[in-house]
């Protein structure tokens, strides 16, 4: 067995009223002047009063106006405000673009430089402020990761920032706040986190803790997605996606994702695709080209997802396995496609030469893509 870390957010409160801890767990910190972070969707459908009304004290700075897929000079500016107040530590409501932000918010606090020399790995020491985040889609696992992505225009590209410092002291992980999250979010952000756990289920990184971790999270997304989607306020679904996407974040910030999301950056970067759209879409042109390199894996992800019968060859197993996956995303209205984003196939180069530079995620997928087969997998997705 190879030698592998854990990493995590410092503490996990999880479950229906698990957002009551906010305030011990503020004390806990030291918090009594804090940020919070979050976005308009977020503060017009009532969580943010919600939460504003826990808190021991009155917070001493809101930012309530971070823009889904944050753009890194955007943050900067966020940044410059929050300095001129004498905040304690940071608490983030909101999606995976309010968590990003607050992560990278909370560990440049007291960095002198610019965000933007920060994208890749290792490149923060130390964060003084601490921080408590609350995701309200399932979801990102965000709360979880030590990454924090931002898109940049000068780029034309998603990046991210992968820190031990941008773990969380506490994640409080309450299912009651994605209730409000609007069915085409639940549906981008649960299909990502249903990529998170696959991805990181066939990751050359997977270790038998993470493969514990996606085997649990893939059934959960699996069979309550649609339910949410249909339903938002279908409790038991909502409680599932929120554990779900949870797991998968546990499962892929420690073996990481692939192909998937490498491809779906230059998308985000370039079109504007939410991360959660980008990947759903790529998802199905992608595991046809890793299903060779994964075929045991993916043969377990069949039989745990109960899409196949016994007497079901492995390659049958699998071919299944990826019409139920093409059945989820147009049961919650994906397009299988890029064409209805009015993005041209003449970009198929451009978007290829950008996503082989993401070597991070690419690193991780079970099969090394050249150049050409990244743009094969493009021309898939017209
Ligand atoms: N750090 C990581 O590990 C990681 C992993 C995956 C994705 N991401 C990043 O996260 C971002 C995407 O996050 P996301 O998919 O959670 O969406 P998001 O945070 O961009 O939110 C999308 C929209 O949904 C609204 N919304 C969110 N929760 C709501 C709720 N409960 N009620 C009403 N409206 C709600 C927001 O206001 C926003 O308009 C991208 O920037 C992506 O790159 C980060
Ligand atoms: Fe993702």
Not at 247 to 266: D, E, I, K, R, T
């Amino acid at each position: 067995m190879k030698v592998s870390e854990f990493k995590t957010a410092g503490k996990l409160i999880t479950g229906l009223g698990a957002i009551k801890a906010l305030a011990d767990e503020m004390t806990r910190l030291g918090i009594k002047d804090c940020a919070v972070v979050t976005d308009k969707g977020v503060s017009s459908s009532g969580l943010l009063e919600q939460v504003l009304a826990l808190l021991p004290y009155p917070p001493l700075h809101i930012i309530d106006d971070i823009p889904p897929e944050p753009a890194v000079n955007i943050i900067e500016a966020k940044l410059n405000d929050l300095r001129e107040n004498k905040v304690d530590g940071i608490i983030a409501l909101g999606g995976g673009s309010a968590i990003d932000s607050a992560k990278v918010l909370a560990a440049t606090y007291d960095h002198s430089g610019s965000i933007s020399k920060l994208f890749g790995e290792n490149t923060l020491s130390e964060r003084r402020l601490p921080l408590i985040v609350i995701p309200t889609t399932a979801g990102t696992g965000s709360e979880v990761t030590n990454i924090a992505i931002l898109s940049d225009p000068k780029a034309q590209m998603k990046k991210g920032i992968v820190s031990h410092c941008l773990l969380p002291d506490v994640a409080i992980v309450a299912p009651e706040m994605t209730k409000t999250c609007p069915p085409s979010i639940t549906a981008a952000s649960g299909i990502d986190a249903f990529v998170h756990a696959l991805e990181a289920y066939i990751s050359v990184n997977a270790s038998p803790i993470t493969d514990a971790l996606a085997e649990k999270a893939l059934k959960l997304i699996f069979n309550s997605l649609v339910h949410a989607y249909n339903n938002g306020e279908n409790l038991a679904a909502r409680e599932d996606m929120a554990t779900g996407s949870l797991m998968a974040g546990l499962a892929f910030g420690n073996a990481g994702v692939g192909a998937v999301h490498a491809l779906a950056y230059p998308l985000g970067g370039r079109f504007h695709l939410s991360h959660g759209m980008s990947n759903a879409v790529m998802l199905p042109h992608v595991l046809k080209v890793n299903a060779p390199f994964c075929q045991d894996k993916l043969y377990c992800v069949a039989k745990l997802l109960k899409v196949c019968e016994r007497h079901h060859s492995k390659d049958e197993a699998i071919k299944l396995l990826l019409i139920a996956i093409e059945k989820l995303c147009r049961d919650v209205d994906i397009p299988a496609s890029l064409t209805p984003f009015n993005i041209s196939s003449s970009c198929v180069g451009e978007l290829a030469e950008e996503a082989s530079k993401v070597t991070r995620l690419l690193r991780n997928n079970p099969k090394q893509l050249s150049i050409e087969e990244i743009e094969d997998i493009y021309r898939l997705a017209f």
